[in-house]
């Protein structure tokens, strides 16, 4: 086919605990319901899906959609944006809802089942979607993310969730909590700035959100919008474990603003430092560093252009 504008679906087999690669005959029977021309191309390895997205654009595509999970859309983020950096041809974004949490695609205003993914594709309707890219940790020149960045508890939560092999969704992050919970790493202490503010503090966790959710289930930044040049932050100074049992609670309904000990915030340059280390980030979901001393988190506003259904959560929260 003539690949002049045409769409490239960048898929991961094995996302979703390998129920994404089951699902290619289902998309091409939506596609091809929805008169869409596409090629489809299977990621082979960690890292496979930045290669094929940022040479996506050079090779005549106009779109490309990332179908997978939250780490398939940072990798493929990551190559949009690296073809960028070069200079090269950069395509419009999409995305297929078909990996586990999910948490990129509710926040950038997509479906989470995939036919209606499809719809929204052929419908085309485009606006301009905000990056961050990180330095630090085991990235110093730099990593892209699209959702959001947790350091400290979640991020533990989010390893030992990783390590379930049979269990997976929601459940694999109620017991990756409890593992947490009885582990409960110490609270380090903190230097944040942000936009000429500062705070210093012993930090549970730090949450910085370009997306809602993380974990599937936990609306870490509930109000956030990803095309409005800006972060917005959650952070939680030293807790108890009952507390941060409360406060679990109150992520699951976005309810955390107003907490005691939580603050919520907005900015698009972000230094964390911590002078005795034990920093542990990650960016969505994949692992930054695991004892790290200064990250540097800056906001891209517009950098890339996104497919989606503006105004999506908008309007399923005024219907509830």
């Known amino acids: 086919m003539d690949k002049n504008g045409g769409i490239l679906i960048i898929l991961n087999p094995i996302a979703g605990k390998g129920k994404a690669g089951e699902r290619v005959p289902e998309i091409r029977r939506l596609m091809a319901g929805a008169g869409l021309g596409f090629e489809l191309a299977l990621t082979e390895r960690v890292g496979h899906a930045t290669e094929l997205a940022e040479a996506a654009g050079d090779r005549g595509y ?24 070069a200079g090269k041809a950069v395509p419009v ?6 990996g586990r949490g999910n948490d990129f695609a509710y926040g950038a205003d997509l479906p989470g089942a995939l036919e209606e993914c499809v719809a929204v594709l052929a419908r085309g309707e485009k606006r301009a979607m905000d990056v961050g890219v990180v330095r630090g940790g085991d990235y110093p020149a730099g990593k892209y993310f699209a959702n959001g960045i947790g350091v400290g508890f979640d991020t533990i939560v989010g390893l030992e969730a990783a390590k379930m092999k049979r269990v997976h ?28 503010q500062r705070l210093e503090q012993e930090c549970q966790q730090i949450n910085i959100m370009n997306g809602k959710r993380m974990g599937g289930t936990f609306f870490m930044a509930p109000d956030a919008e990803n095309h409005d ?32 000990k939580v603050k919520t915030f907005g900015g698009s340059r972000i230094v964390i430092e911590a002078p005795n280390r034990g920093l542990i980030v990650h960016a969505d979901g994949e692992t930054v560093c695991v004892d790290g001393e200064r990250l540097d988190i800056e906001c891209l506003a517009g950098a890339l252009t996104i497919i989606c259904d503006p105004g999506r959560v908008a309007r399923q929260k005024s219907k509830a």
């Open 229 to 260: 040049g800006r972060f917005d932050l959650c952070v939680a100074e030293r807790l108890s474990r009952g507390e941060m049992v409360d406060l679990m609670v109150r992520y699951t309904k976005g309810t955390q603003a107003g907490h005691a």
């Open 169 to 196: 969704g929601f459940m694999a992050y109620v017991l990756g909590a409890l593992k947490t919970f009885a582990l409960f790493p110490d609270a380090p202490l903190v230097r944040l700035s942000w936009d000429g």
């Open 93 to 98: 974004l999409a995305a297929f809802s078909v």
């Open 62 to 85: 106009g779109v490309v959609v990332a179908a997978g999970g939250d780490g398939t859309v940072n990798e493929v983020v990551n190559g949009l944006m690296g073809a960028k950096a």
